[in-house]
């Protein structure tokens, strides 16, 4: 299909108005999230962590991993993942370690104080589901629905990138 051709309507609209709607929900609230994230350490008076390092450290949890598992667990989104893990070890989140087995390797985990940031976190997103769940709009049902869908869109991309190489 050219990009001149129109796609098939769905319910009187364009598909593709739908696809780009969906994009920038999912943008919105990525952004949204590390938002509230960021509100609640303020409200705490914790401001020497900013959100996508207080995510990191959420997503990491009890696990030791490498800079690169960060990303392709997913643990981490953003671009500038050497630059966080080095503030999170500066500021005593993080310990890191050379590998034995590849000294080009560093492995992370959490401190003690890494793991207080996670339960806070934590906290907030436990604090969130009790209140979803309650939604006579969303409820446990819609939101299964939601994360099917998103996964069925995560795998359509996935198979877009394999496709290219």
Not at 25 to 42: A, S
Request: proline share 1%.
């Amino acid at each position: 299909m050219s990009m001149h051709q129109t796609m098939p309507a769905v319910a009187g609209r364009s598909f593709i108005n739908d696809y780009l709607d969906s994009l920038g929900m999912i943008e919105r609230l990525h952004r949204l999230l590390l938002d509230v994230i960021k509100d609640e350490f303020e409200r705490l008076g914790v401001l020497e962590i900013n959100a996508v390092q207080a995510l990191l450290l959420f997503n990491v949890g009890d696990h030791e991993v490498t800079a690169g598992e960060l990303k392709t667990r997913g643990y981490y989104q953003g671009s500038n993942v050497s630059y966080n893990l080095k503030k999170l070890v500066d500021m005593g989140y993080m310990h890191h370690q050379r590998c034995e087995i590849d000294r080009r390797s560093v492995r992370v985990r959490l401190t003690d104080k890494g793991r207080e940031v996670r339960r806070v976190v934590g906290d907030l997103f436990q604090r969130h589901s009790e209140g979803l769940i309650e939604d006579p709009v969303i409820g446990a049902d819609r939101l299964r629905d939601l994360n099917a869908a998103l996964g069925r869109v995560e795998r359509f991309w996935g198979d877009q990138i394999r496709y290219i190489y």
